[in-house]
């Protein structure tokens, strides 16, 4: 982390009472932009946390960008380290189930209130100028030693495909918290258990094969632009986050004043639940379509899942990523996170039915459907990567971490 030179020396850290009251303030800041996001965050709001006036925070930090990126690199630190610790296993998969070990353990103290969680990074891009290079500078590295953990050798095919593993085990770490209150503290060991048995082997049975066939996602327009305006609005909030996207930005993204933002919508809030709704609404869609379908239920839930990353990855999407739950106010955001649930048990359904009829592996259907929430969730940040090989190769390769699991490369021989 690097050292603010406008600190007098004597107070840069080489005090424990310095050190502490700083920390303290790390930590709050990390809360304060969990729960409002770090534009939405204030140094008031921290400074109250800590039990300090707002003078006495801007001694540690003079602008509330700086607190910020302070903040953010503190939880790259944190993953660095962790990742380090996973790195000196023998195996990937040793690896990976120590990386997950690892965050399972940092849970449980924050949830034994031992801890304090550190800062997520849904607002990273929303940063600017230099600060923002830096983050996303040290953000690339975190995803390179996560790559790693497969090992550095190998094929670009084989490169590839480890990129997919790693951005889909970090996010699979940070959507943990959203779903892991629903379990008892006693349960952590056995959640961990059931989350790395699909991180191994995958929902694939040994017979099953991948074969999905893309469904219809078109439907008719009930106002007119409507759809192309939230989805402008979708894609510079997950670019910017929900503070970063604002109704100017997104005004001008489509070329209009913003008097027509407000043709459409009353406030910025309703925007954020309306771009959620149509997420939802296309993820639902897409597992009602599936019923349709002839076959078992591993072909309508291979389906669902190639047409949800086809859709990520194509001028159609995206869907609105969970990182913008961050500023929502919070009862919004419980009612945006229930219905995110009752995706997820649909999953967990058609995972259960597919179980009795001998389709897919024997799981757990609730943890595995959480698995593919944070893969479809998270697979916009990977639309560059989706951009370098032909889409079919993208959907098949990003797939495959929660179809046949992290360690598996069958894929490849397609």
Known sequence: MEVDEAIPAEARGETKRFRAKRDAILAAAADVINEQSAKGMTFADVAQRVGLNTTSVTYYFKRKEDLAAAAFEVTLDRLDAMLDEAQREGTPEARVARYLEINMARLARIRREEEKDFAILSDLRAMEGEVRQRLMLRWQQVFR???SLWGSD??????????ARAHVLLENTFWLPVWLARYELDEYTR?????????????????????????????????????????????????LGYRGASVQKIASELNVTKGSFYHHLDAKDELVIECYKRSFDII???????????????????????????????????????TALSGLPPRVRTTMIDRSNR??????????DGIAEGSIRAIDPLIASQTMMAMQNAAFDMRKWASTMPRERAIALYASTIVFGLFDDRVLEG
């Open 145 to 147: 030693k996560a790559r």
């Open 154 to 163: 190998g094929s670009r095919a084989q490169t590839d495909l480890c990129g």
């Open 191 to 239: 959640v961990g258990a059931r989350l790395m048995d699909v991180f191994r082997s995958g929902i694939a049975s040994p017979a099953d094969r991948w074969a999905p066939q893309l469904l219809d996602l078109q439907h008719d327009e009930s106002e007119p632009g409507r759809e192309a305006f939230l989805l402008a609005a979708t894609r510079l909030i997950n670019e």
């Open 284 to 322: 639902a869609d897409a597992q009602r379509l599936s019923e349709d379908l002839s076959g078992n239920q591993w072909q309508r839930l291979t389906s669902v899942i190639a047409t949800l990353l086809d859709f990520q990855f194509s001028e159609k999407g995206p869907l609105l990523r969970t």
């Open 343 to 352: 995706i997820a048990r649909r999953y967990a359904g058609m995972l259960s």
